[in-house]
Structures are given as C-alpha cells and as structure tokens.
C-alpha cells in the first residue's frame, strides 16, 4: 500500500503543472505566505521553478530557504476535494547552479513556451526544491508520511543528446501514434501533438498549449526500453480505437 501511495503521488506531480507555494514570510516576520506557481519536475523527484526576482515568494527564499508546494487533483464543480488526492513537498530551495541552467532551462521552456520571454530578463533565475519530507493523501484513509530516501529515484541513464534525439524522433515521425495516445489517455483529439519531455517515468505530450504526461508501465533504464514502451502505448492505443467485429 505504501510502494502504491508513492507511485500515486509520483504520478500526481508529474501529470500536475502548478501549485501553491508556501514561503515563510520576510515582510510578515514568519507567517506563511501561498502563492501560485508552474513547476517542472525531473526524473529524480527535484522540482524546478522560474521565477523573478521581485516575486514576493522569491525574495522570502533570500532569507529563509525553507517552503513547501502543494499540488492536487482538482475537483469539478460539485465535487468533494476531499475525496481528491493531494501531496505536499517539503523542502529548501536554492538558485540552480549556473552550470546546469541551460539544460534544465531548455527543458522547462519545451514544457511551457511563454517562458521563453523572460529568458533574457535579468530579473528571473531558475530556482529548485529539493525535497526532505512528503506529506500524500489519496481520499479517505489513504494518508501517508513519504521520506527524503523513498522520493527521490536514480538520475536517467541516457545523455541530453540521446533524450533531444528521442524527442526529436517522435515528433518528425509519430505524430500519428501521438494523436492516438492522447485521445485514449485523455481523449483530446489533436493531428499534431508534440513530445515536449520525456523522462524514464513516462513523456509529456503538448497540444493546444497543454502538457499532458503519459506514464510507462515501467520505469524505462534505457533508450531502448523508451523505445518498447512507446510502441506498447501506441499498439494499445490502436487497437483501443478498433471497432470489434
């Protein structure tokens, strides 16, 4: 129950693009202070954020790296977001090493490319919450403690040329099996999505400026275990459109 608790939270913060963000409060000495941010997060369990300088949230982690984000599954209009799963990340934050920007900054603008605009502003840095603690509720009864050891999973196998390469492969040649997937998975119809990431937990597929993540059956330790999975996905897909005889 645990090992699926994990894997339900995991899945909720890949398949999620916001959260609340909570900084402990400069301006307010120490009250906590919520705000409402995108993310990106990689295989290992980090999270990424971009974000200005002069946003409160920001000038709050100079003096106190300590925070938390919030992310959940939101209910419809007469739901019970209660009966929703939800998960909270706890952690310090920290500026990504210079070293490492233009990698994880070409990455997050794939996923959201209205970010792309403030690459060039002096005022925005590329920031990271490593995560210490996790708090999961799945509904009624499925509530769990998540440590540091249990979150976080092993970096990729591949290298940043072979990742492009996949990425580039799917969208010059699979369009078609893209549009198959996500119309099972999430039943948008779309002749042209992209690949807009991918990691050995699943992809992201962009379409009508929406990232949708799609899990692999299993973590993928190599290219060509990513290879297999996809044509799994996209077998599956086919013949989900089938009509039966």
């Not at 995991?10 to 301006?27: D, E, R």
């Not at 275990?225 to 599956?236: D, E, F, I, Q, S």
Request: glycine share 4%.
């Amino acid at each position: 129950m645990r090992e699926q608790a994990l894997s339900d939270a995991q899945k909720l913060v890949f398949k999620t693009h916001a959260g609340v963000m909570s900084t402990i409060s400069y301006n307010l000495k120490g009250y906590p202070f919520g705000s409402v941010t995108p993310y990106m997060c990689d295989e290992q369990g980090r999270i990424y954020f971009f974000i200005s300088d002069i946003a409160q949230h920001t000038k709050n982690l100079k003096h106190d790296s300590r925070m938390s984000l919030t992310i959940f599954d939101a209910a419809d209009d007469r739901g019970d977001q209660n009966e929703h799963g939800r998960v909270t990340l706890v952690g310090d934050a920290s500026v990504v090493p210079s070293e490492q920007t233009e990698v994880l900054l070409n990455k997050y603008i794939a996923l959201y490319p209205e970010a792309a605009s403030y690459r060039n502003a002096h005022d925005f840095q590329l920031w990271q919450l490593d995560v210490v603690r996790v708090r999961y509720i799945g509904g009624f009864g499925k509530i769990f403690w998540l440590e540091k050891d249990e979150w976080q999973s092993a970096a990729k196998s591949w290298d940043e040329d072979q990742e492009q390469s996949m990425i580039t492969h799917m969208n010059e040649d699979h369009q078609n099996a893209m549009a198959l997937i996500l119309a099972q998975h999430y039943c948008v119809s779309d002749n042209a999505p992209v690949m807009s990431g991918i990691l050995p937990q699943g992809f992201y597929i962009q379409s009508q400026q929406r990232n949708y993540f799609i899990s692999f059956e299993n973590v993928c330790e190599t290219p060509q275990a990513v290879r297999k999975a996809l044509v799994a996905l996209t077998t599956n897909a086919r013949n989900s459109t089938e009509e039966p005889a």
